[in-house]
């Protein structure tokens, strides 16, 4: 390869056929799973020795590369070293994107990015305009290794106290990459997740930062470590910093009142143990998956509000899922603005463009569509409580690995349909539908104003 060509894989380009950027982002995703899906069925990929079922190992897979965390065999117990080695990379790829891996190796090698690729960079850190792009990434990878190398060394030292150093370190590196990437896989057997440290603070503070920290957005944790010398941020950074506040301290509250006296949840706690758990559990479901209390124990009044959570999800930019906190932020605007009589969204006394509030309405309509018509199927396909059904569906578009135990007794059809959730909710709607749908130009008339009545 010389100098100035690009690094990365060339797609084969034919006169009728020209890969647009959603296009090869949907493929990039495919080809990950698919290497994913053939690595994890080699025997000595399992301790066992046995191999893992094609569906198995597809939707573990996808789990992975969706940074979901729904499993269908146990992480911590199933799988090698060497398995859970491709679990742990799939993860990162899967996180922080393909491309942004290529970009990586790309600068290591120091060869040119070309225009193409910076296209493709955009769609894929949903970005709107190509300026930056490649200093963005750059600032992505850095911020990324920091944190997940900082807390991968906080839980190891916390975990070098119940197990053999080098464990210790592994679980740590696990760990940290599965929730800054909002993965939630872990390596605690027979499902149990984090239960056994519903009380510790130091791993709840940790994991919850991680999970924070990659859900949020590159874009913000730039401009925060920019807020030094600019003293200001952009107004995308304070609608996701706000919401997300508000998320969580809305989503403990709610958590904490309903569950306090439950005896599967958070009845047997003592009073700090409550607040880290309802704390805990109001992060986890943007998107990342990890449990420290029982989610199949919970009160259904608990069960659907964190429906509600999983499907609102991360921020733009980040390595989670959901419709995103800005999309909602929008919409919760809009509904605001029709309430007062106004034309105009403002927030932060900013007026936002009306094409925003089509993006969030068309955004948020597609996700309620897909979760209703996928949970539609697997309650016939599967048999079980329809909220049982939902949460799984919700936990699967939005990336979430949050599950009710519903996912490991799935028959092969609601593993390939939850597939195909995961794989959705990762491109988001949008690039999937701009990869599947025909390129049309904007149209050169406009058809006469019609009136209806609304409402």
Excluded at 16 to 36: D, E, M, N, R, Y
Excluded at 172 to 196: E, I, P, Q
Excluded at 332 to 346: N, T, Y
Excluded at 352 to 377: D, P
Aim: charged share 15%; hydrophobic share 55%.
């Amino acid at each position: 390869m010389s100098r100035l060509a690009s690094p990365f894989p060339k797609f084969p380009e034919f006169k009728f056929l020209k890969l647009s950027p959603p296009q090869i982002l949907v493929l990039g995703f495919a080809a990950v799973i698919l290497v994913g899906t053939l690595l994890l069925m080699l025997p000595f990929s399992s301790t066992s020795g046995h191999s893992l079922t094609f569906i198995d190992a597809l939707f573990t897979a996808t789990s992975a590369t969706c940074v979901t965390g729904l499993v269908v065999v146990d992480t911590g117990s199933y799988f090698s070293l060497f398995g859970q080695t491709v679990i742990l990379v799939l993860m990162q790829i899967g996180g922080l994107g393909f491309m942004t891996m290529a970009t990586l190796f790309a600068l290591l090698l120091r060869r040119r990015i070309s225009l193409r690729d910076r296209l493709i960079l955009q769609e894929a850190m949903n970005q709107s305009s190509m300026e930056g792009i490649v200093r963005l990434i750059r600032k992505v990878l850095v911020y990324s290794l920091v944190i997940e190398a900082a807390g991968a060394v906080l839980l190891a030292l916390r975990w070098a106290a119940d197990m053999p150093l080098a464990r210790a370190l592994y679980y740590g590196v696990f760990h940290a990459v599965s929730m800054f990437n909002n993965a939630g896989f872990d390596l605690f057997r027979d499902y149990s997740g984090l239960t056994a440290y519903a009380n510790d603070p130091v791993i709840n503070l940790v994991v919850m930062l991680l999970i924070v920290s990659g859900g949020i957005g590159f874009i913000v944790m730039a401009d925060l470590i920019d807020y030094r010398k600019t003293r200001r941020l952009l107004l995308h950074s304070k609608v996701v910093l706000t919401m997300t506040a508000a998320l969580i301290l809305t989503g403990a509250a709610v958590i904490f009142v309903f569950e306090f006296t439950n005896a599967r949840t958070l009845g047997p706690l003592n009073i700090g143990g409550k607040i880290w758990a309802a704390f805990f559990q109001s992060v986890a479901p943007r998107t990342a998956g990890p449990n420290t209390v029982d989610i199949g124990g919970m009160r259904q009044a608990s069960q659907f509000f964190i429906v509600m959570l999983m499907f609102i999800g991360a921020s733009p930019g980040s390595t989670g899922g959901g419709i995103k906190t800005t999309t909602f932020t929008l919409m919760i605007g809009a509904v605001v603005s029709m309430l007062r009589g106004r034309e105009d969204i403002v927030l932060f006394r900013y007026r936002l463009a009306q094409e925003r509030v089509f993006k969030a309405l068309t955004i948020t309509l597609l996700a309620v569509l897909l979760i209703v018509t996928v949970s539609m199927i697997l309650s016939t396909t599967e048999g079980w409580p329809f909220l049982m059904i939902l949460f799984e569906t919700t936990s699967a578009f939005a990336t979430v690995g949050l599950t009710m135990g519903v996912t490991p007794e799935l028959t092969d059809a609601g593993k390939i349909l939850l597939c195909l959730t995961m794989f959705a909710g990762r491109l988001g709607l949008l690039t999937l539908a701009y990869a599947l749908g025909p390129k049309q130009g904007k149209p050169l008339y406009k058809y006469p104003e019609g009136k209806m009545i609304i409402g």
